[in-house]
C-alpha cells in the first residue's frame, strides 16, 4: 500500500454505528447513488480522491472469514461492497453483524475488479472497499427473498409490498409507469392542454359499472358516487370554455374482477372542444409517440391504420382486432356452390355461411385437428372443418369433397394480405402449404368463433413474435411468417353500433355511456322504435387498440340538449328521472356548449404492453387481489360502531366492530 493510501486511511475514524443511529444519520451524508458510484470515472473516489458515501440495503452478505462482501441494493443499481480488516477492522467487525435487509451506510473508495469477475456482474468495473460502515436500521428476516425469480405467492407479495417493491422489475415497472405519463403529460403540456382535477366525491358518472359510494356524514341518508370517469366532469369543463384538458384520473368502477380489471384503475382522461376527429387522433398518436420515444427509443409510424367497425369484424371477427398477422377470415360460401357435400348446401339452403381462416405451414394429425374442432366449439361455432393444402394431395375432414383444390389454393393468398396492408404491407407473398379452418353457421357466430381461433392458432403456429420483439420462425418448410410488419401494430376502430342486444333478454341496450354522439347520418334512425332500425345506428365513436388490446375508447359528444334527452330516454329512463340524475348536467347544455369530443385512455393497460407483463398487479404499486382486497392493510375493513351511527347507518346483520 502506498504511503499516502495509510494516511487516508487513519483518515477514517473507527467508530461504527452498530443499530440504529440517530447519530449515524446526523453525521454522515449520501454522496452518491449506486448507480452514480458506478458512473463515476474510477479515480473518482478512489482511495487517493475523496471517500464516497452510500446508503441502501443488504443485499446478499458472503462471509470468507477474513473478507466479507456485501452487495449493497439502492433503487438503482447494486454494488460488491469489500470489508477487509487489513484495512478497517472496525468496518469490518460491522460487516460481521450485518444481515439481509439491513440499512446500512458504507464510506469507502471504489477499485477496478479483475477483469474476469466482471461477468454477469452489475457494478460496472469496480467494487467498493468499505473503510467505514454504519447500520442505520436493523431487518428482521423478510418473508421472501427479493430477488427476480421471487418465489412467494401474489398474496404474499401483496401483504408485503414494500419487500416486493424492492425487487427490480417492480423499480422497473413504476420508472416506466412515471416515464410515459411523464411524456404524455409533457406532450400534452407542450399543446396548450390544461391538466384539471375533478372531485372524487361526486354524484353517480355512469360506465356501465356499479358505483362505489360514500355515505354522507353531514346528510343523513345521501352518498356520494365515487367516479367511474370524469366523463360528466370533463364534459362540464368543455361548457366552460376551457377548451382543452386532460387528468391522469383515477375511475373507480364496482364491477366483477375479471382477468385484469381493477376496483379502481388509472386512465389519461382527455377532451377537446371543437376538435375533429382527425384532431383528436392526431393528439393520441402523438401521445403514444412521445411515450414509445420516452420509454423504448423507439419512434412509431403514424398515423394509426383506421378500420371501422364492420370491417374490423368482417375481417378478424373482433372489435379489437390484433394486426400482427395476416390470416384474415375469408367468406368461402361461393367456393363451396359446387361442391358435392349435402350438410353444406343443406346449411347455405337455411341461410348459413361458410367462413374460414389459412394458417400458413399448419399440417394437423387428426388428433389437433379435433383438438381445434373443440376448441372452436368452445368459441361458440357449431364445429369445425379443415382443408390442408400444398401437399401431394388435398387433406382434412373436406378433402373428400374437393376436386379441384385452386380456388382454396387462391383465397389462401388473398386471405393472408397482411392486415398491416392498412399499414402499408410489408407482407410477402405466401406459401401455398397450410390448412384452412373453415366454419358453418351464422355470420356473426361464424366471425366471433373464428376471430378467437385466429388468435389461438396465431400463438401456436407462431405467427406474431413476442412483444419482446424476436419474430417467431418461420414454420413449415416454404412457409414465411406473413403479415409480421412491426411488433406495435396499433390501430383506430371506429363507428360502432351505439345499441347492441342483449344475448340473453333480446333487449337493445346502449353499448356505450349514454353521452355517446350517434353519426350525424343516423341521427335521424333515432326517431324509430323497431330495434332493427336502432341495431343500425352508428355511434361517433373510436376505440384506439395495441396488438389486439383495447387501449381507450372516446367519442363525439352529445352537445344538443334534446338529442341527450331523447337518447337518455331511449334507455328507459322516463323525464323524472332524467331530471333527477341528470338534470344538473343538462342544464349546463343550454347555456351554449361547444362541439367536444375526447377519450379515456388507460394507463395501466399502456404500461404493461409496454412492459410486456400480462398481470394489470405487476404495474400499480399497491394494487387490490382479485377479489377486490388489499392484504397490505387489510382493506375492505369493518367501521367503528361509533362510525355507523355518526353516517346515520345501520349494518343489516349484527356487527362487532373493528380493529
Ligand atoms: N369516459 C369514457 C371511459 O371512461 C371515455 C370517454 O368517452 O372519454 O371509458
Redesign the pocket.
Known amino acids: 500500500m502506498r504511503p499516502q493510501h495509510v494516511a487516508v486511511l487513519r483518515c477514517f475514524r473507527a467508530i461504527t454505528y452498530p443499530r440504529y443511529n440517530a447519530r449515524a444519520m446526523a453525521e454522515l451524508s449520501r454522496t452518491h447513488t449506486i448507480a452514480e458510484i458506478i458512473a463515476a470515472p474510477l479515480g473518482a473516489t478512489a482511495l487517493d480522491g475523496t471517500p464516497a458515501t452510500l446508503m441502501g440495503w443488504v443485499h446478499f452478505r458472503r462471509d470468507l472469514g477474513q473478507l466479507i462482501f456485501i452487495t449493497l441494493r439502492d433503487r438503482w443499481a447494486t454494488l460488491q461492497c469489500v470489508f477487509d480488516p487489513e484495512l478497517s477492522e472496525a468496518a469490518h467487525s460491522v460487516a460481521e453483524g450485518l444481515r439481509g435487509e439491513y440499512v446500512v451506510a458504507f464510506t469507502g473508495y471504489t477499485r477496478a475488479r479483475p477483469a474476469k469477475e466482471l461477468r454477469g456482474y452489475e457494478g460496472g468495473d469496480r467494487e467498493f472497499v468499505v473503510m467505514q460502515a454504519a447500520v442505520l436500521n436493523a431487518a428482521e428476516p423478510p418473508p421472501f427473498l427479493v430477488e427476480e425469480e421471487v418465489k412467494a405467492s401474489e398474496e404474499m407479495r401483496l401483504k408485503f409490498r414494500y419487500i416486493d417493491l424492492r425487487r427490480r422489475s417492480m423499480v422497473r415497472a413504476l420508472t416506466v409507469r412515471h416515464q410515459a405519463v411523464t411524456a404524455i403529460r409533457d406532450y400534452l403540456n407542450g399543446r396548450d392542454f390544461l391538466e384539471i382535477e375533478t372531485p372524487l366525491l361526486a354524484r353517480s358518472?355512469p360506465?356501465g359499472a356499479r358505483d362505489y359510494v360514500v355515505p354522507s356524514r353531514v346528510h343523513h341518508g345521501t352518498f356520494y358516487a365515487l367516479p367511474?370517469?370524469?366523463?360528466l366532469f370533463?364534459q362540464i369543463l368543455m361548457v366552460g370554455g376551457i377548451d382543452r384538458y386532460y387528468q391522469i384520473a383515477k375511475?373507480l368502477r364496482d364491477e366483477d374482477l375479471r382477468g385484469n380489471r381493477q376496483p379502481e384503475h388509472t386512465?389519461l382522461?382527455?377532451?377537446m372542444s371543437f376538435a375533429s376527429r382527425d384532431d383528436l387522433f392526431g393528439v393520441l398518436e402523438g401521445c403514444m409517440q412521445a411515450v414509445w420515444r420516452a420509454c423504448l427509443g423507439e419512434e412509431l409510424p403514424v398515423p394509426f391504420p383506421r378500420l371501422n367497425y364492420d370491417e374490423a369484424m368482417r375481417r378478424y371477427g373482433s372489435d379489437k382486432p390484433d394486426l400482427r398477422f395476416g390470416c384474415e377470415i375469408t367468406e368461402l360460401t361461393p367456393l363451396f356452390a359446387h361442391v358435392p357435400a349435402d350438410f353444406i348446401h343443406d346449411g347455405i339452403a337455411q341461410g348459413q355461411q361458410l367462413h374460414g381462416v389459412f394458417i400458413p405451414g399448419a399440417s394437423l394429425s387428426r388428433k389437433l385437428l379435433d383438438e381445434w374442432a373443440l376448441e372452436a366449439k368452445k368459441q361458440g361455432a357449431s364445429g369445425l372443418m379443415s382443408l390442408e393444402l400444398g401437399g401431394p394431395e388435398v387433406k382434412g375432414s373436406l378433402a373428400k369433397y374437393i376436386t379441384d383444390p385452386q380456388p382454396f389454393v387462391e383465397a389462401a393468398w388473398s386471405a393472408r394480405v397482411p392486415a398491416g396492408e392498412a399499414n402499408g404491407g410489408q407482407g410477402r407473398p405466401p406459401s401455398k402449404a397450410g390448412t384452412w379452418f373453415i366454419v358453418l353457421g351464422a355470420e356473426r357466430r361464424n366471425l366471433l368463433a373464428l376471430g378467437q381461433l385466429r388468435l389461438k392458432l396465431a400463438q401456436t403456429f407462431g405467427l406474431y413474435g413476442s412483444q419482446a420483439g424476436t419474430l417467431a420462425p418461420p414454420v413449415g418448410p416454404d412457409s414465411v411468417p406473413v403479415g409480421v410488419s412491426s411488433q406495435w401494430q396499433f390501430a383506430w376502430i371506429v363507428d360502432f353500433p351505439l345499441y347492441e342486444q342483449d344475448e340473453a333478454t333480446g333487449a337493445v341496450t346502449p353499448a356505450?355511456?349514454a353521452?355517446?354522439s350517434p353519426l350525424a347520418s343516423d341521427i335521424p334512425k333515432l326517431d324509430s322504435d323497431d330495434p332493427e332500425v336502432l341495431l343500425t345506428i352508428r355511434a361517433d365513436?373510436y376505440d384506439l387498440v395495441l396488438n389486439g388490446v383495447e387501449m381507450?375508447?372516446?367519442?363525439l359528444r352529445i352537445f344538443d340538449p334534446a338529442l341527450q334527452m331523447q337518447v337518455l330516454r331511449k334507455v328507459g329512463l322516463s323525464d323524472e328521472q332524467i331530471e333527477a340524475r341528470f338534470g344538473w348536467f343538462l342544464a349546463a347544455y343550454r347555456y351554449g356548449a361547444p362541439p367536444h369530443r375526447?377519450?379515456?385512455f388507460g394507463i395501466d393497460r399502456l404500461i404493461m404492453s409496454l412492459l410486456n407483463v400480462e398481470n394489470i398487479r405487476e404495474v400499480i404499486a399497491f394494487p387490490k387481489t382479485a377479489t377486490a382486497q388489499d392484504p397490505l392493510t387489510g382493506a375492505p375493513a369493518e367501521i367503528d360502531p361509533a362510525q355507523w351511527a355518526e353516517l346515520g347507518l345501520k349494518p343489516a346483520k349484527e356487527h362487532t366492530g373493528s380493529q
Open positions: 358518472t360506465e367511474q370517469s370524469p366523463q370533463k375511475c386512465q382522461d382527455l377532451e356505450h355511456h353521452f355517446t365513436n381507450s375508447s372516446g367519442s375526447g377519450v379515456g
